[in-house]
């Protein structure tokens, strides 16, 4: 009777490279890591990779009592000397690059986050599943705090919203409609802006 590989053996064995079983053996392997787990079973990741002193390079932190859990694991990479990046990884989007480049003054933004339903992470909302990458870059590129938030969201397929519409108004005057979705029939990013410079749409 022929016997089949395992999955993970069978890619190592096609892509040349090792398979590692556990979180300990891999730790004295690499330099940094990608946690790439349900948002539930993220932190013992972090934990382990953070006492090897290995950096991680994060999922956006999205889980329930973020601003408790956030804190615990910032003072854990700094007790193991270890170096945290939170990916958000839309600001590295080189559209977004180029625009914050152009140092303009925006005064208004519009930014549409849809895409279908993904069937994951469902236990999280959309405004943390998609339109907080949004939120990410318009604060970088207004620079200024936000002074109003006027929100509305509805839940469709389960307990959490499905879609949200917000409205950021800055201290500068500068005002942002954001716009997140999973139950559209594509997937669509647009960012448009006004400033008294220039007009963009990305």
């Given at each position: 009777?022929m016997?089949?590989p395992k999955p993970?053996e069978?890619?190592?064995?096609?892509?040349?490279?090792?398979?590692?079983?556990?979180?300990?053996?891999?730790?004295?392997h690499?330099?940094?890591v990608?946690?790439?787990v349900?948002d539930?079973?993220?932190?013992e990741?972090?934990r382990?990779?953070f006492?090897a002193?290995?950096?991680?390079?994060?999922r956006?932190?999205r889980w329930?009592?973020?601003r408790a859990?956030?804190k615990?694991?910032?003072?854990?990479?700094?007790?193991?000397?270890?170096l945290?990046?939170?990916?958000h990884i839309?600001?590295f989007?080189?559209?977004v690059?180029?625009?914050?480049?152009?140092?303009?003054?925006p005064?208004f933004?519009?930014?549409?986050s849809?895409?279908p339903l993904?069937?994951?992470?469902l236990?999280?909302g959309?405004?943390?599943?998609?339109?907080?990458?949004?939120?990410?870059?318009?604060l970088s590129?207004v620079?200024s705090?936000v002074?109003?938030?006027?929100?509305?969201?509805?839940s469709?397929?389960?307990?959490?919203e499905?879609?949200c519409n917000a409205r950021l108004t800055?201290e500068?005057?500068?005002?942002?409609?954001l716009?997140?979705?999973r139950?559209?029939l594509?997937?669509e990013r647009?960012?448009?802006?006004?400033?008294?410079?220039?007009?963009?749409?990305h």
């Open positions: 009777m016997r089949f993970r069978a890619v190592a064995a096609e892509f040349g490279t090792k398979v590692i079983a556990n979180l300990d053996e891999l730790a004295g690499v330099s940094a990608t946690i790439a349900a539930r079973a993220s932190s990741g972090r382990a990779v006492e002193r290995r950096c991680v390079p994060d956006k932190n329930p009592g973020i859990e956030g615990q694991i910032v003072e854990l990479g700094k007790r193991h000397n270890a945290l990046q939170v990916g839309e600001r989007n080189p559209a690059v180029a625009l914050a480049k152009l140092n303009l003054l005064r933004h519009r930014r549409r849809r895409q993904p069937f994951r992470s236990d999280v959309v405004v943390l599943d998609v339109m907080i990458h949004d939120i990410d870059i318009v590129l620079k705090p002074t109003r938030v006027d929100a509305v969201g509805a469709v397929i389960g307990g959490v499905d879609v800055f500068n005057g500068c005002v942002a409609n716009t997140a979705s139950l559209a594509k997937t647009k960012l448009r802006f006004f400033s008294h410079d220039a007009v963009g749409l």
